[in-house]
């Protein structure tokens, strides 16, 4: 009995946790994001949306070790993809392909 | 500290052996599109190129010289190895007595210009190369051809985002990101069967593949690009080696000559634009004569600026109007002038150019150049000639490859038609139509 109590509790909060994280969407449009900067919470997502019509690469960088970023892998035209950023932190969002795209996710 | 300090120094060290191994193992003299660049960041040509062929760079093409060339997609491309080979058909106003060039005709020749072999992409994270040999198809002899090898790394400079790198390369302004300088400037590629005016400034094309330099680099903030380098004649063994023949009777960079440059430039989107300045001082030993007997001076100062604007700046194959010029002035000192008075010498040199890429396939664009300059010297065939040139360059390319909808993402074509009219010609008015030339090329690139 304490068993399924237990299950039913969590899958109720499933849904609450996912209600609490937030999305903010970043368009990637003439070889530039739309944003320079943005500030999220721990546990929000960042969306990126490729508009243009060549591939994209996103790279997450913390701090300024560019030899440990993450790769978020080809993102093809018209493709988003989608950030999680589970701790605080001041991050680096760049393009792998392209470098003069820049900007920074501050997450509190 | 100190470890801390030999650390941070280490990877520079490496890259600077790294990338002098890298020139010792291999040897450019137009640039070209290189489509092991678009394999490797997995953009079509038109993405870097105006045209979606080489050498006119947009914006990101920049961006990715600037970052050492090697921005990737982040699979594996190694080795980014490519080729080019164009052929022609050149047409001048009047026979060339002789033969256009030893083994062609006095006019109407046909011919296989240019075939080379590039190594071009990343070497290692940050260390990359554009690397070029050449078999020379008029001159049938094969060579060294434009050479860069990048070091870069972006860090914080008062607080403001910047790009830093050491360059390695064998051709002053090869390692420019702008096509107002010379190595890159149009015409992209010109016929070699057709005459062509004897007076250039030295940074104009004389010091290709006959120095070795290192140079740094600073893009600031996206604003400001500074770039110093030191450049050394190499020796006659070498150049042999590096297949630049003849080498007995040519000239020779004595000493050090240093190179500069500064440029103020913006990316506003739609348009960008630079302006600048750059140049040279180098110590001549006049055609080969044995070290000692006196070297001529030469200090070329120049500016130019860029402007480009694109009409859809998501669109890859956008329209694109851009526009370029340079102005380069020439001090000369001649060590034993065949007259006294003509111990000092000058020479100026004057080129702007406007295109018009429509779609990234039909490119028509039209150049006006102007050389002018002191009596003599260097600068005439006779003691009492002028250097005087002028006239234009008009060019239709066409390029039916290259954008994201292509067929073929593995190379690439252009087709050229290009005009060069002379209203004047060595300082002669009368007669310099007889050197307008009809120049029709077709140009292939391909990645291996």
Known sequence: MRVYLLIELLAALVPLAAAVAATTTIVQAGQTFSEAEVAVKVGDHVKFQNQDDVNHNILVQEGDDDDNARDMGVQPPGDAVDVPFDKAGKFKIRCHIHPSMKMSVTVQ | ?448
Not at chain 2, 73 to 78: E, I
Not at chain 2, 319 to 343: K, L, M, N
């Open chain 2, 1 to 448: 500290m100190a470890a801390r300090i030999a650390f941070r120094h280490r990877p520079v060290r490496a890259a600077i052996l790294a990338m002098a191994a890298c020139l010792l193992l291999v040897g450019v003299r137009q640039a070209q599109a290189v489509p092991s660049f678009a394999e490797q960041t997995g953009q079509p040509c038109a993405a870097c190129h105006v045209g979606a062929f080489g050498p006119q760079l947009r914006p990101y093409g920049r961006a990715f010289k600037l970052h050492g060339y090697v921005a990737s997609d982040g699979k594996r491309h190694f080795p980014p190895l490519a080729a080019t080979v164009y052929g022609s058909f050149t047409h001048t106003g009047k026979d060339q007595p002789g033969g256009a060039a030893r083994w062609f005709s006095a006019n109407d020749n046909f011919a296989m210009d240019q075939a080379s072999f590039y190594y071009a992409g990343a070497i290692t994270r940050h260390l990359g190369a554009f690397i070029q040999t050449t078999y020379d198809g008029v001159g049938r002899q094969y060579q060294i051809d434009n050479t860069d090898i990048r070091y870069a790394r972006e860090r914080d400079i008062f607080g403001i985002d910047s790009v830093w790198g050491l360059t390695l390369n064998n051709n002053p302004t090869v390692s420019d990101l702008w096509n107002s300088t010379p190595i890159w400037g149009f015409p992209y590629n010109s016929s070699p069967l057709a005459p062509s005016p004897l007076a250039a400034t030295r940074i104009d094309g004389s010091f290709s593949q006959q120095v070795l330099g290192i140079g740094a680099y600073v893009m600031w903030n996206d604003w400001v690009y500074t770039e110093a380098a030191l450049y050394r004649g190499l020796g006659r063994d070498v150049r042999n080696a590096l297949g630049t023949v003849p080498v007995a009777g040519t000239d020779s960079v004595m000493g050090t000559a240093p190179y500069w440059r500064l440029a103020v430039q913006h990316d506003h989107g739609r348009s960008n634009w630079e302006i600048g300045t750059y140049g040279i001082d180098a110590a001549i030993l006049a055609g080969g004569a044995p070290a000692g007997t006196g070297t001529d001076h030469y200090t070329d100062v120049a500016a130019d600026a860029n402007y480009q604007f694109t009409f859809h700046p998501r669109v890859v194959a956008s329209d694109v109007i851009s526009a370029h010029a340079t102005i380069i002035t020439e001090d000369q000192h001649f060590a034993a002038p065949p007259v006294p008075s003509q111990s000092h010498g000058n020479l100026t040199t004057m080129r702007a150019d406007i295109s018009y890429s429509i779609a990234a396939t039909v490119t028509p664009s039209a150049q006006w150049f102007s050389t002018n300059g002191s009596t003599g010297g260097v600068n005439s065939a006779t003691l009492l000639g002028r250097p005087d040139s002028s006239g234009a360059v008009l060019e239709v390319a066409y390029s039916p490859f290259g954008k994201p909808d292509s067929l073929i993402a593995w190379g690439n074509l252009r087709l050229a038609a290009q005009y060069v009219l002379y209203t004047k010609f060595d300082g002669q008015t009368q007669g310099a139509a007889d050197n307008n030339t009809v120049y029709v090329s077709l140009w292939a690139a391909w990645h291996f």
